[in-house]
């Protein structure tokens, strides 16, 4: 009896201290669900968006100019196209576009042979012609001496006379023919009128080609203009002398141009008004690209942003401020453009002066987005950290 209650007595303890271990895990366990249940009901810690200083950019007053918009295609001042005048085989034309010729310079012939035909021909009729004015100027001067010596009367005087006049009559038409003829053989000779490219090249050589018949065309590239036509309630606003920046496809940087001239007569059916620009020169231009920008008409003082910053993703254009550190939408009205330190600004109107707008490189951003400024020591990269703010 007493050697079984040592045996009981173990078994108990041991019995108790399982208990006791079952209860603590137990415990932990119920500890464990409720620390996490108690995480799951907390509120989740809001992303926080870091901007640069480059990203924002300040509301204020700038003096724009206000203008037209304008289109049109580049067109050289000065153009020339060299025609045949002289029907023919065409002989010698080398030329081809894109060389560069000058003014004067030989450019193709003509076959020639016909016209000095006719040219020597015509020298001989002058000749002849000559010799029938000396013949009737000794006949006048023999009459002029018999008459005064009573051999012949006066009426064959006068007949003398009137011979060596038509004599002299046909020796000039004979010469003013040949002048005509060497003019026929000289325009067999064809030049360039102006200093220029070859644009477009029209005949090949041994075409035999007609009057007015089209050889080359010749463009100076050294003075452009664009043709721009405007409504007739714009065009009383524009003078010349006025500038406009204008964007040409090809060209990465805009290209000054000015008014130098304005049609004083509306076009036909459209009753638009040409104005004629000159283009600053610039490497690389060419006749015929496309050229759009803005006429300036007149300068005003107005509340504006970088063009950038205006979104247009929403139905009405909205400009992302900065407010409480957070972003909020403000629509805007734009109006005159213009640049500011060579970079393209907006006039809008809705906006405070002095509002802090995020620049279009900052994204479209939900409103609300909390905010901070990057301290300045950042890297550039970091603003990639951002994608989880944005909607």
Not at 93 to 100: F, H, I, K, S, W
Request: glycine share 8%.
């Amino acid at each position: 009896m007493s050697a079984a209650t040592p045996s009981r007595w173990l078994k108990i303890v041991l019995l108790l201290l399982v208990l006791a271990a079952v209860a603590a895990l137990g415990w932990r366990g119920i500890s464990t669900r409720q620390a996490t249940r108690q995480a799951q009901l907390a509120p989740a810690k809001e992303p926080v968006l870091e901007i640069t200083p480059g990203d924002l950019v300040t509301a204020a007053v700038h003096e724009l100019g206000t203008g037209l918009p304008i289109t049109g295609a580049l067109k050289a001042a000065n153009s020339a196209v060299v025609k045949a005048r002289a029907v023919g085989e065409l002989q010698g034309l080398t030329v081809r576009e894109g060389d560069t010729v000058q003014a004067g310079q030989v450019l193709a012939r003509v076959e020639p042979t016909e016209y000095l035909e006719r040219l020597r021909q015509a020298r001989q009729q002058a000749d002849a012609a000559k010799a029938q004015v000396d013949i009737a100027q000794r006949q006048y001067d023999n009459n002029t001496a018999l008459t005064k010596q009573g051999f012949i009367s006066g009426t064959a005087l006068e007949a003398s006379l009137s011979s060596l006049n038509a004599a002299r009559a046909s020796h000039r038409a004979a010469l003013a023919g040949a002048e005509v003829l060497q003019k026929s053989l000289n325009d067999t000779v064809l030049r360039a009128p102006i200093s220029g490219q070859i644009s477009q090249r029209l005949a090949q050589p041994g075409e035999r080609v007609g009057l007015d018949a089209r050889i080359v065309e010749i463009v100076d590239l050294g003075r452009l203009e664009l043709e721009a036509a405007l409504s007739p309630a714009d065009s009383t606003a524009v003078r010349v002398g006025q500038q406009a920046r204008l964007g040409i496809e090809g060209v990465a940087q805009p290209v000054q141009a000015t008014v130098v001239r304005i049609n004083p007569s509306t076009q036909p059916g459209s009753r638009s008004v040409l104005a004629y620009l000159a283009v600053s020169p610039q490497p690389g231009l060419r006749q015929g690209l496309f050229a759009q920008g803005l006429l300036e008409t007149e300068r005003q003082r107005l509340l504006a942003v970088p063009l950038g910053a205006v979104r247009t993703d929403k139905p009405q254009p909205y400009v992302q401020v900065v407010e409480g550190q957070r972003i909020v939408h403000h629509k805007v009205q734009v109006g005159a453009r213009g640049e500011v330190e060579g970079e393209p600004w907006v006039a809008v109107q809705g906006l405070a002066e002095g509002a802090q707008v995020l620049r279009g490189s900052a994204g479209a951003l939900r409103e609300g987005t909390l905010v901070k400024p990057m301290a300045a020591a950042a890297q550039p990269g970091a603003s990639a950290a951002r994608e989880p703010a944005r909607p």
